[in-house]
């Protein structure tokens, strides 16, 4: 058996899907895997099939071309010092990225990493004797159309291989659709439904199933003026969304941030998320990305804060305020939870660090936090943290307070370090030994809500059933118990206010891309934003992977407006 494995598992040395794309991996000699058994062998050759998830999600990659591309998150040049990057950041928010864009090549690599280490599963799985195989088969042959639905949603094609050391068939359109269907359905039978996140199962292929078949109007005719959302469509999307919904695996949460604590891994919303418990060795990023470089959220690490990085776009924030009308937005316990009060009276600002945890949400104006003098935390004469108002000392700008305002452009006033009402959504890692790795909090790909709201949008598309979407949308507001008021209830509902309903309850998830797309507002103008090209609904093919597949012509055409 020890000579067999080792053959097998060699195979995980030099991948790639074609000759545009090397991907280099750790050859698994025979010294690491003898004495293994089949179980153990199996767990070792699946887990490469998601542990690329983190580096794919972080904030400058996924995230960035998901968010910052949109009116949910913009990256000004800030102080002229920080966030530069040759205006990539700027470029992506104004829809001017080109082929070059590091972080473009980064999305394009990992994804293709992903599908090729999940071919590799699938051509060593089937030789172990164990009753995990089956399971485990299906999940890399899910993962590998799941990494291919991302191509065709940010790229518009995707890679058809079996053998890893053939070329990849490439197709767009249609039969990108049908593929990743097909795969999807033929993999369902075989998973299970056991309430892990981290895992593909059985709500998490309907989840994504629904998903795909949502977006298959875009992904037929991508650069179309208005998309045709076929009824079999729709008609599918109520009938996975409804299987996760009666399932009884899962539960909306009263505490809307409890989905992106540290310990959410256990959260019953989550059907599908990135395992990022500690000992996986995930990151922080989501959560010190949008944060100032005076905030620090930890009180056991003195060297990490924030890096004043992406602030929500003023349009975002007045959908909210539209949406309250004469209340403050912060009455949505979606928008803002507050964990840290200050007083007037000094002594009450002196905080146990057990007790020290910043607020969550959407932070605007003057912030308060952990006060730190030559790299050390101030404290108070009983031992405790001091906390009080915060200046840009980091930014060698002691004078200008850490006050967050609702403008910011792209202008040396708008890109200052205080411009921008930031995001805080997912909790810092306590556990974490630098601030910075470690995160704890599994990041988010489907839950619950979103069945509810694409089953809402679905019957509005196919039927206009209005009365049946509002129940949906009012189902996820009125569970946000845990904080009141809770979300009052809508009365009325059409497409518009679906898709305002979604930013709120999806912001900063790397979802809004895709949904402006869906309904038409990409070509929209909002803050530093005004291109309408309808070819930027799709990104550019990096630059070094049609270089890379040069020898075979015809083989990877570059998207039209590139």
Request: glycine share 6%; proline share 5%.
């Amino acid at each position: 058996m020890k000579t067999k494995l080792t053959s097998l598992l060699a195979v995980a040395g030099l991948l790639y899907l074609g000759s545009c794309t090397n991907l280099n991996e750790q050859i698994l000699d025979e010294s690491s895997v003898s004495g293994l058994s089949d179980k153990q062998a199996a767990d070792g050759i699946l887990a490469p099939v998601y542990a690329r998830l983190p580096d794919l999600y972080t904030h400058t990659i996924y995230f960035a071309l998901q968010e910052i591309s949109t009116d949910e998150a913009i990256l000004p040049y800030r102080g002229g010092t920080d966030w530069g990057d040759n205006g990539i950041y700027l470029s992506l928010h104004q829809h001017t990225t080109t082929s070059t864009d590091p972080n473009v090549r980064n999305a394009w690599l990992l994804a293709l990493q992903g599908i090729s280490r999940s071919i590799t599963a699938l051509n060593t799985l089937p030789s172990l004797n164990d009753p995990s195989a089956k399971t485990y088969i299906a999940e890399a042959r899910g993962m590998r159309a799941f990494y291919n639905m991302m191509l065709l949603d940010m790229f518009g094609l995707v890679f058809v291989k079996e053998d890893v050391n053939a070329t990849s068939s490439i197709l767009r359109g249609t039969d990108a659709i049908e593929y990743v269907k097909k795969e999807f359905l033929a993999v369902e039978p075989d998973l299970t439904n056991v309430n892990n996140p981290g895992r593909l199962s059985k709500n998490a292929i309907y989840g994504l199933l629904a998903r795909l078949h949502l977006n298959s109007a875009v992904y037929r005719d991508r650069y179309a003026t208005s998309f045709t959302f076929q009824p079999a469509d729709m008609d599918k999307v109520v009938e996975y969304t409804d299987k996760i919904i009666n399932s009884g695996q899962h539960a909306l949460a009263p505490e809307y941030f409890s989905l992106f604590d540290s310990d959410n891994h256990t959260n019953k919303e989550l059907v599908f998320a990135i395992d990022q418990r500690a000992e996986l060795n995930g990151h922080n990023r989501l959560a010190y990305f949008s944060l100032s470089g005076d905030q620090f959220p930890l009180p056991a690490f003195p060297a990490a804060n924030g890096t004043d990085g992406p602030a929500i776009t003023s349009d975002f924030y007045r959908s909210w305020v539209a949406a309250n009308g004469t209340k403050d937005p912060a009455t949505d316990p979606r928008f803002y939870k507050q964990n840290l009060s200050i007083y007037s009276n000094p002594g009450d600002s002196c905080v146990a660090a057990g007790d020290f945890n910043i607020n969550r949400g959407i932070l605007r104006g003057q912030q308060y936090g952990l006060l730190r003098v030559n790299g050390a935390f101030v404290k108070c004469p009983d031992g405790k943290f001091k906390v009080g108002k915060l200046f840009n000392v980091t930014r060698n700008r002691p004078t200008l307070a850490v006050n967050f305002t609702e403008q910011i452009d792209f202008t040396v006033p708008g890109s200052d370090y205080n411009t921008g009402y930031r995001v805080e959504k997912y909790e810092f890692s306590k556990k974490s030994t630098s601030g910075r790795n470690l995160g704890d909090a599994d990041i988010v790909i489907f839950r619950l809500a979103d069945a509810y709201l694409m089953r809402a949008e679905a019957k509005l598309r196919k039927s206009n059933d209005a009365a049946a979407a509002l129940a949906d949308v009012n189902t996820v507001r009125a569970s946000r118990t845990a904080r009141q008021p809770a979300p009052i209830a809508l009365t009325t509902m059409n497409l518009d206010l679906l898709l305002r309903e979604r930013g709120f309850e999806f912001y900063w998830e790397s979802q809004r891309r895709t949904d402006l797309i869906r309904f038409g507002k990409y070509e929209s103008t909002w803050t530093e934003k005004t291109n309408s090209d309808p070819k930027k609904r799709l990104f550019p093919i990096p630059q070094t992977a049609i270089d890379g597949a040069s020898n075979l012509p015809g083989y990877l055409k570059q998207n039209d407006g590139y």
